[in-house]
T-cell receptor
């Protein structure tokens, strides 16, 4: 079974600064997907970014980018130019290539943004 | 499209009571699933379905039943509620393609006293 670990329960960043959230995972599979989800106080789960394991290029979505290190099984999220609206819980998630659409989540990192 | 809807938003039960959490989607998604979210543990998969009439267990299925008689609906039944089932429950759905995004409902906060 796959496991996903987020070692930082809480992080804080100054507005306009850059912050990196860490995620490691354990799997014996070679093909899979990795995701970062944002959960604001409204509880809604919002997809931030997705990475396919077979792609060497790191995914980027506006101010959000990942550092995907397949050999190290590491998948960190970098948020540039942090904004107050970025304050939320962030979850890293793993999906097997052939396991339907079921996700395995990490425990989450609470990000606080200081004005 | 309403997307993924869940009812109720909040519920309080007494130990031993039964209830059904409703989930519906209007996007004609084949895949649907239920997760529970507990503090510090992220979301964990309870049950999932890859199509009408087909369901299977996830990581934490004990104490829950599901059925999928239509593509649109995927209710989660608690047979005899226990305090350990106090949690936030999310329903999610997606198309069956490998690259398809999973859409989450707004969640149901359940408290079992």
């Amino acid at each position: 079974a796959q496991t996903v670990t987020q070692s930082q329960p809480e992080m804080s960043v100054q507005e306009a600064e850059t912050v990196t959230l860490s995620c490691t995972y354990d799997t014996s599979e070679s093909d899979y997907y990795l995701f970062w989800y944002k959960q604001p106080p409204s509880r809604q789960m919002i997809l931030v970014i997705r990475q396919e394991a077979y792609k060497q290029q790191n995914a980027t979505e506006n101010r959000f980018s990942v550092n995907f290190q397949k050999a190290a099984k590491s998948f960190s999220l970098k948020i540039s130019d942090s904004q107050l609206g970025d304050a939320a819980m962030y979850f890293c998630a793993y999906r097997s290539y052939n396991a339907g659409n079921m996700l395995t989540f990490g425990g989450g990192t609470r990000l606080m943004v200081k004005p | 499209n309403a997307g993924v809807t869940q009812t109720p938003k909040f519920q309080v039960l007494k130990t031993g009571q039964s209830m059904t959490l409703q989930c519906a989607q209007d996007m004609n998604h084949e895949y649907m699933s239920w997760y529970r979210q507990d503090p510090g543990m992220g979301l964990r998969l309870i049950h999932y379905s890859v199509g009408a009439g087909i369901t299977d267990q996830g990581e934490v299925p004990n104490g829950y039943n599901v059925s999928r008689s239509t593509t649109e609906d995927f209710p989660l039944r608690l047979l005899s509620a226990a305090p350990s089932q106090t949690s936030v429950y999310f329903c999610a759905s997606s198309y069956r393609g490998r690259t398809d995004t999973q859409y989450f409902g707004p969640g149901t906060r359940l408290t079992v006293l």
